[in-house]
């Protein structure tokens, strides 16, 4: 298996699935590496492996009212950037190309896939202070630190071809847990 088929599809579904009417954060460096590669790609591996189906199960966008979707914790005004699931979490597809996209939000987790690409000093002062994580209004136990998805992170890449993209292998030697 691949990253997206047996990395960032299987943590996507433990996220989701773990902290219902969560969000997190999917971040690229562009809207069409999002759009056109990294999301498609990790939603076409959902649908495969966890047969779960956009239209039934998760939406680009606010699912229709009809359904009774639970809404998030913290509702999104602008729903254009996020896919919600059937449990009320959202995932935000955040720019980098886009200066302050993430300021001000609050997530209970960060995936970014071709990571190496990512600007580190931008990731540190716009993306990660967002990983504050948000509390549930009725103690669900997924949204404490007892789960280790709660204010988790998952950074994949291939290897790094310069100086600036190694900023990963560095930061690896901080990791704590492993899921």
Same mark, same amino acid.
């Given at each position: 298996? #691949?990253?997206?088929? =047996?990395?960032?599809?299987?943590?996507?579904?433990?996220?989701? $699935?773990?902290?219902?009417?969560?969000?997190?954060? %999917?971040? =690229?460096?562009?809207?069409?590496?999002?759009?056109?590669?990294?999301?498609?790609?990790?939603? $076409?591996?959902?649908?495969?492996?966890?047969?779960?189906?956009?239209?039934?199960?998760? %939406?680009? #966008?606010?699912?229709?009212?009809?359904? =009774?979707?639970?809404?998030?914790?913290?509702?999104?005004? !602008?729903?254009?950037?996020?896919? $919600?699931?059937?449990? =009320?979490?959202? %995932?935000?597809?955040? $720019?980098?190309?886009?200066? #302050?996209?993430?300021?001000?939000?609050?997530?209970?987790?960060?995936?970014? !896939?071709?990571?190496?690409?990512?600007?580190?000093?931008?990731?540190?002062?716009?993306?990660?202070?967002?990983?504050?994580?948000?509390?549930?209004?009725?103690?669900?136990?997924?949204?404490?630190?007892?789960?280790?998805?709660?204010?988790?992170?998952?950074?994949?890449? !291939?290897?790094?071809?310069?100086?600036?993209?190694? %900023?990963?292998?560095?930061?690896?030697?901080?990791?704590?847990?492993?899921?």
């Amino acid at each position: 298996l #691949g990253k997206t088929d =047996g990395i960032i599809a299987p943590f996507c579904i433990r996220i989701t $699935s773990s902290m219902p009417q969560g969000a997190g954060l %999917w971040v =690229g460096n562009s809207r069409k590496q999002l759009f056109t590669r990294t999301v498609p790609a990790t939603i $076409s591996a959902i649908e495969r492996m966890f047969n779960l189906k956009e239209g039934r199960d998760f %939406w680009w #966008g606010q699912p229709p009212a009809k359904l =009774g979707i639970p809404k998030p914790i913290v509702k999104p005004k !602008d729903w254009s950037h996020v896919i $919600s699931f059937k449990n =009320g979490f959202v %995932w935000h597809l955040i $720019s980098l190309e886009v200066k #302050g996209s993430a300021n001000s939000m609050t997530v209970n987790s960060i995936i970014a !896939d071709e990571a190496r690409f990512l600007r580190k000093e931008k990731l540190d002062a716009e993306v990660m202070p967002t990983l504050s994580g948000i509390t549930h209004p009725t103690n669900h136990p997924g949204f404490t630190l007892e789960n280790p998805y709660y204010k988790s992170t998952l950074f994949v890449s !291939d290897a790094a071809l310069t100086q600036r993209e190694s %900023w990963l292998e560095k930061e690896e030697e901080k990791c704590t847990k492993e899921i």
